[in-house]
């Protein structure tokens, strides 16, 4: 067979490969494999003499050397082909001129033993039978050489939310970085990220009681800082409304006025820290706190404060799939009333393993404490009428991974909330499917 007619017979190839859309990334012909193209070497197209060849081969060139010198490169592979909307299909994401666009999907079975179970976040299980945990639409591209959009819009039985939706400068002097519009503030560890995100399948209750079931986010605007410091080291503060569903449990909540001075505003300050301990081993640990007014009088604050930790080992040699990370957060809030301070302590540790590519389990620890009043007695708390003792409560899941697309997970769990006679149970099976291009999470 001639050159020509070996670089004919890879350029069919190619081009065969290219027009199948929507060929999975993780469907790849294993290496034992051997393909039609590789047992056996393409015939020669019927029809075409070796002068038509070589008149082909001609003509590519002529093409190749007019575009040089036009100062354009001719593409050395055909582009993806696109939809009659103009969408262009890849093997992993839809992309419409670098619109990455993903869709995650979480659904769960559900049995509690109690009927009135005590789930604090937004996106729980919260009733026996199945539950629509949540339908998100991520989306994200860069809008030019100096910002970054992303936004994630939540689908549910009961409507459409916008979880966020904000621009991020990516060209800023002095390693700053600043961020506006709605988001989740990065206080701790669990607040900024999404239910596709967590080691559970439901939100530590310690969130949901400080900061309500869709976690801490409102209206604002973001600054961040990479210090020079020989380990790395980075500051942030953010000014965001205090008024919302996203505040109600420790700030203004809904409805609750307007903006008539800089007191009316949440402040939230967050320093986060990364030492690699070794190859093998990480740690992160990280200082939050926030302020902001509250609905119960004239100039009532509440100040949360938090510290949490993570330290992952993931042994880089012998291509091991194990990870175990221990993860923590302690959350203290102290909230002003009409002639008193009321104070909660609340948080959670847990310990995951994936012991191999596909499997992992995790274990979880939660607990939370009563308000006391500043001479420390129980108080009434307006907030949470019943939680009159300490509630602690124990977790334990595995999970499977088919593909890096789908999750399936499994989850057990005892609810002690000391003011009620019996122990809750709940069991839960929850899926996860997710399609299009969602990005690397931080760590």
């Given at each position: 067979m001639s050159p020509t007619s070996c670089r004919l017979a890879g350029l069919a190839v190619c081009l065969s490969f290219c027009l199948s859309p929507f060929t999975s990334a993780s469907a790849q012909t294993p290496p034992d494999t051997a393909t039609p193209a590789q047992e056996q070497e393409p015939a020669q197209e019927p029809g075409l003499s070796p002068e038509d060849l070589k008149d082909i081969e001609e003509a590519l060139g002529q093409d190749a050397a007019a575009a040089t010198q036009a100062g354009t490169q001719p593409p050395a592979t055909p582009p993806p082909p696109a939809s009659s909307s103009g969408v262009t299909l890849s093997p992993s994401n839809l992309d419409f001129h670098g619109l990455n666009i993903a869709f995650i999907l979480d659904v769960a079975a559900a049995a509690f033993t109690s009927k009135e179970p005590l789930q604090t976040g937004g996106h729980d299980p919260s009733v026996n039978g199945f539950n629509l945990q949540q339908l998100e639409l991520s989306i994200n591209t860069a809008v030019d050489p100096y910002f970054r959009f992303d936004s994630n819009i939540v689908f549910s039985q009961f409507g459409v939310e916008i979880e966020e939706a904000y621009a991020t400068t990516t060209n800023l002097p002095g390693n700053l970085q600043v961020r506006a519009g709605q988001f989740l503030t990065r206080f701790g560890r669990?607040?900024?990220?999404?239910?596709?995100?967590?080691?559970?399948?439901?939100?530590?209750f310690a969130i949901g009681r400080v900061f309500g079931g869709e976690g801490n986010r409102g209206l604002g605007v973001e600054a961040s800082w990479l210090t020079p410091l020989p380990w790395y080291v980075e500051v942030l503060g953010s000014v965001t409304d205090a008024t919302g569903e996203s505040t109600a449990r420790s700030f203004l909540g809904a409805d609750l006025g307007g903006v008539t001075s800089p007191f009316d505003f949440q402040f939230t300050g967050m320093v986060k820290q990364f030492f690699p301990l070794s190859d093998d081993l990480s740690l992160l640990w990280g200082l939050s706190a926030a302020d902001g007014p509250n609905p119960t009088g004239y100039r009532n604050r509440t100040d949360v404060f938090g510290t949490d930790v993570y330290l992952k080992y993931r042994p880089l040699s012998g291509n091991s799939f194990t990870t175990v990370a221990l993860q923590a957060e302690l959350l203290y809030r102290r909230r002003q009333v009409p002639e008193d301070v009321l104070s909660d302590l609340n948080g959670y540790a847990q310990l995951s393993w994936r012991f191999d590519q596909r499997w992992a389990v995790a274990g979880r620890y939660e607990l939370g404490t009563?308000?006391?009043?500043?001479?420390?007695?129980?108080?009434?708390?307006?907030l949470d009428a019943e939680w009159s003792d300490n509630r602690q409560r124990l977790s334990a899941n595995v999970t499977f991974w088919p593909t890096e697309f789908s999750r399936l997970r499994l989850q057990g769990a005892t609810d002690l909330a000391g003011w009620r006679e019996r122990p809750d149970s709940s069991v839960f099976l929850a899926l996860e499917v997710v399609m299009g291009a969602h990005g690397a999470h931080a760590f």
């Open positions: 669990i607040n900024p990220t999404h239910p596709h995100a967590w080691e559970f399948v439901d939100q530590p009563p308000a006391y009043r500043r001479n420390g007695g129980l108080a009434d708390d307006p």
